[in-house]
């Protein structure tokens, strides 16, 4: 495989199990994923197609783990995704292509050739069909090849007498547009039903996910919970994590808890069910098969039992879609974390890696800001217009829509439900004509200020004190006008809650949400312990923990540059700073910070409550303020070492900041650049804009 190689897809099996037990696989450098590819009975032999996406650097192949008990595995390559020139798939509605059930079995050494000349173009590359085998009369294997080649030592279906076996294939077509199929020993019947094709003509692109679990309607026990009954459909909606556009979801299809011999279907929801198979269940058997399943043009399926109850478990390994072109000019791209799409590229990835990755489908970035917990990008294009990508979970992204998979809810399971994500960039309705932006924030052009997301420490603005309410898309903060600058205070060691801010056209300050650690800066803080329990945040314990509207900021007016907790009024460049000092001191009010030598232009800091405030003089020197020490004069501020002429200080991650020379330097490590050409550094790791 070529080292541009971003996914693989192969050929799963499983034999000699010391008892019931799974496989799992993943890339190569991350951590067991909370899936499973293929599902073993004792002494069981049996193969599943697995599409997996790659590792990165000295990790760059894929991991197969085990469950509770050992057992060993077979990998059968079938083919890769990578980006270029190489065919892409077309999804079709399920077919049936052949029933030998119609004509004879195939004996030991029979083979059935199957002719797609009639379903696929010209070209066509390699076919996808879901294979089903029955009436096995002895333990057995079955191979798909091209119809012009001699037949591979390797299997698609591994075979006992008495057990109906489904497993997706994925296999090169001959010039002619055929495929054999052999069956090794005994007899066995054997059912195809077309899924799609890939070719030079297709137009569908793979985006790999790292495995999600989307589905599960068990238990926390694994006991039924909200099965699937007798002839009921479910629909799953999967637009939640799929972008619009998406034409077919690559998913691991799981049956359990199964009540009486079935057969479990999936197709694109509103379209009617087809006469076909995705996995055949008898009675307490637990089984996967991997399924390409288009999918409606708002991105749901739909899930059929045939008969009895059973339960599912739906994991989400990618997507097909349309090519995306890359942003030529004035960028996003992320360099730190991808875990809930966070580059913007379509994918997930639950390793950092060393970006950058550019960002699908923006271009004209004016400014860039990231979430605190670096689960969210928000970037302002020139329009006025608001993009967001990345986790959704809580309404982060300002859509509309949110949420997490359906799944037990109320205690912890073992594989708790994700949350919505998008990884490609979309516009928030409602906001245009925008100036600023911050995490979950946006300034107007005429003054007004926006949130949305959750209201746990009062952070919305609008008054409102119910600590459970989400607003999916934004709200406007009343009685606040005149607004020239905004900035978020957020807490990442759940210390205390988040606090927003908004300095008006006279230079006075506003703040509203958390105040547990004086993050308000009105002279007055509440004890922690009351506006945080063991149930999480309780603003309304103290009336000194929160405030549901804007207040003003203790003392300030005249001020130009707000941060976070800092403002700078350069009428006499003075810095002024409140809240949290590191872990274990606050300033309920602003304090001025020791004079730096030199005046000082621009303020940041970043928006915990653990770092000290950094300034930028007039020269370009950089220049910080220590937590704990600022305010006892022992430190009255210092030069940033190492680093030559800086115009911007990273709003979300205090160790990096641009230069004069458009390279983004970490303060720490200070010796050489981490990217160059950048326009505007955003929050320094999720969030960066330049040109390519």
């Known amino acids: 495989m070529p080292d541009s190689a971003t996914a693989v897809v192969f050929n799963l099996t499983g034999t000699n199990p010391d008892d019931a037990t799974f496989l799992a696989t993943g890339p190569g450098d991350q951590g067991d994923p909370s899936t499973s590819s293929l599902n073993l009975d004792s002494g069981e032999t049996r193969a599943n197609l697995v599409t997996v996406a790659m590792g990165h650097g000295d990790h760059k192949g894929i991991w197969v783990g085990a469950g509770p008990f050992a057992v060993d595995a077979i990998v059968d ?21 052949v029933d030998t059930r119609n004509s004879s079995p195939l004996g030991a050494g029979g083979t059935v050739t199957l002719d797609l000349s009639s ?18 009369t002895g333990p057995t294997f079955v191979t798909a090849y091209p119809a012009d080649q001699s037949r591979p030592d390797a299997s698609n279906l591994n075979l006992v007498a008495g057990k109906n076996t489904p497993n997706l294939v994925t296999v090169q077509l001959s010039p002619d547009r055929k495929v054999k199929l052999t069956n090794s020993y005994w007899s066995v019947d054997l059912i195809a039903d077309l899924a799609g094709y890939y070719s030079p003509t297709s137009t569908q692109a793979f985006y790999s996910l790292y495995p999600a679990r989307v589905l599960e309607t068990r238990d926390m026990y694994g006991g ?54 995705n996995l055949n269940l008898v009675p307490w058997q637990t089984s996967a098969n991997l399924a390409i399943v288009p999918v409606s043009g708002d991105r749901a399926i739909d899930l059929n039992n045939l008969s009895g109850q059973l339960d599912m478990i739906v994991d989400l390994a990618g997507y097909f879609a349309p090519s995306l072109h890359a942003c030529t000019a004035n960028c996003a791209f992320g360099i730190e974390q991808n875990d809930s799409g966070q580059f913007g590229n379509g994918t997930t990835d639950a390793n950092y890696k060393s970006g950058p990755a550019f960002t699908y489908g923006l271009s004209d970035v004016k400014s860039i800001v990231g979430g605190s917990d670096g689960k969210v990008v928000y970037a302002l294009k020139s329009d006025g217009t608001v993009w967001s990508w990345g986790e959704n979970g809580e309404g982060q992204l300002g859509i509309g829509k949110f949420g997490h998979a359906e799944g037990p809810t109320g205690y912890p399971y073992a594989y708790p439900p994700p949350a919505f994500y998008s990884a490609l960039p979309v516009r928030i309705p409602g906001l245009s004509n925008i100036v600023a932006i911050a995490d979950e924030m946006a300034l107007s052009a005429d003054g007004h200020v926006y949130t949305w997301g959750v209201n746990s420490t009062w952070q919305l603005g609008t008054g409102s004190t119910d600590g459970n309410l989400i607003a999916g898309s934004p709200v406007q903060v009343p009685n606040l006008d005149n607004v020239k600058a905004i900035a978020v205070s957020r807490s990442t060691s759940n210390s205390a809650g988040v606090a927003r801010y908004a300095m008006t056209g006279d230079g006075k300050v506003w703040s509203w949400g958390d105040n547990s650690r004086g993050a308000l800066g009105i002279g007055t803080h509440a004890d922690l312990g009351k506006c945080f329990g063991t149930a999480g945040p309780t603003p309304g314990a103290d009336p000194s923990c929160a405030s549901a509207a804007p207040v003003q900021v203790f003392g300030l007016f005249g001020c130009d540059e707000l941060g976070s907790r800092v403002v700078l009024c350069k009428s006499d460049g003075s810095v002024w700073r409140w809240g949290a000092l590191g872990l274990n001191d606050e300033k309920d009010g602003p304090v001025s910070l020791p004079a730096a030598t030199g005046t000082v232009a621009h303020v940041q800091r970043d928006v915990t409550d653990v770092d000290g405030a950094r300034g930028i003089l007039a020269d370009g020197t950089p220049w910080q303020w220590n937590d704990g020490q600022m305010y006892t004069n022992s430190m ?27 390279t983004v330097y970490d303060i720490d490590f200070p010796g050489s650049g981490i990217i160059t050409g950048v326009t505007t550094i955003g929050d320094g790791g999720y969030g960066v804009v330049a040109t390519p």
């Open 636 to 662: 009255a501020g210092a030069e940033i070492p190492k680093i030559g002429p800086i115009r911007e200080i990273a709003a979300g991650h205090p160790d990096r900041v641009l230069s004069t020379n458009s």
């Open 224 to 277: 039924p919970n909200h099965p699937i009954l007798s002839g009921q459909t479910r629909k799953l909606d999967l637009s939640g994590w799929l972008p619009a556009g998406a034409t077919a979801a690559v998913t691991n299809l799981t049956g359990t808890n199964v009540s009486q011999s079935t057969v479990v279907t999936a197709w694109a929801d509103s379209a009617p069910q087809p006469g076909v198979s």
């Open 77 to 97: 390559l079938a083919g890769y995704y990578a980006p270029g020139t190489g065919s892409k798939y077309t999804p079709l509605t399920p077919q049936r292509m």
């Open 119 to 136: 379903k696929v173009p010209a070209g066509a590359t390699a076919a996808v069909f879901n294979l089903t085998a029955t009436n096995v």
